[in-house]
């Protein structure tokens, strides 16, 4: 019955953004809020993660929290330039997944690090 009647809300919600005149400016704003809530969500979940572990990251050494942080950077930017990067084509989307493959594989040989000898 819940399956039912959640098809059912959004189904009217989609025949109000397809029908009311405005409606797909509204539903812009509201992606736009509730993406904006995700990201402040996932930047107090980070600052908090750090804040916790802040000891830990001072213990890695310079040249393996360089290492983290510029996989992190990595991430970052591959994610802000994926719409470019899969407009180009397969080459676009490959060198995006190299990207997210090498940030992934550098983290993990820091976690290794950090569990061998931290």
Same mark, same amino acid.
């Given at each position: 019955m819940s399956?039912?009647?959640?098809?059912?809300i959004v189904l009217v919600l989609a025949a109000a953004v397809a029908f009311i005149p405005g409606g797909g400016?509204? @539903?812009s704003v509201?992606?736009?809020?509730?993406?904006t809530l995700i990201l402040v969500s996932l930047v107090f979940f980070v600052a908090r993660l750090y804040r916790d572990h802040r000891l830990d990251l001072e213990m890695l050494g310079d040249r393996w929290r360089g290492l983290l942080y510029g996989a992190v950077a990595v991430i970052v930017l591959a994610?802000? @330039?994926?719409?470019?990067?899969?407009s180009e084509g397969d080459?676009?989307?490959?060198?995006w997944i190299l990207l997210l493959a090498g940030a992934a594989y550098a983290i993990y040989l820091v976690w290794r690090h950090h569990r061998e000898y931290g």
């Amino acid at each position: 019955m819940s399956a039912a009647r959640n098809v059912g809300i959004v189904l009217v919600l989609a025949a109000a953004v397809a029908f009311i005149p405005g409606g797909g400016t509204t @539903a812009s704003v509201v992606g736009a809020v509730l993406s904006t809530l995700i990201l402040v969500s996932l930047v107090f979940f980070v600052a908090r993660l750090y804040r916790d572990h802040r000891l830990d990251l001072e213990m890695l050494g310079d040249r393996w929290r360089g290492l983290l942080y510029g996989a992190v950077a990595v991430i970052v930017l591959a994610m802000a @330039a994926r719409p470019r990067l899969r407009s180009e084509g397969d080459g676009g989307t490959i060198v995006w997944i190299l990207l997210l493959a090498g940030a992934a594989y550098a983290i993990y040989l820091v976690w290794r690090h950090h569990r061998e000898y931290g």
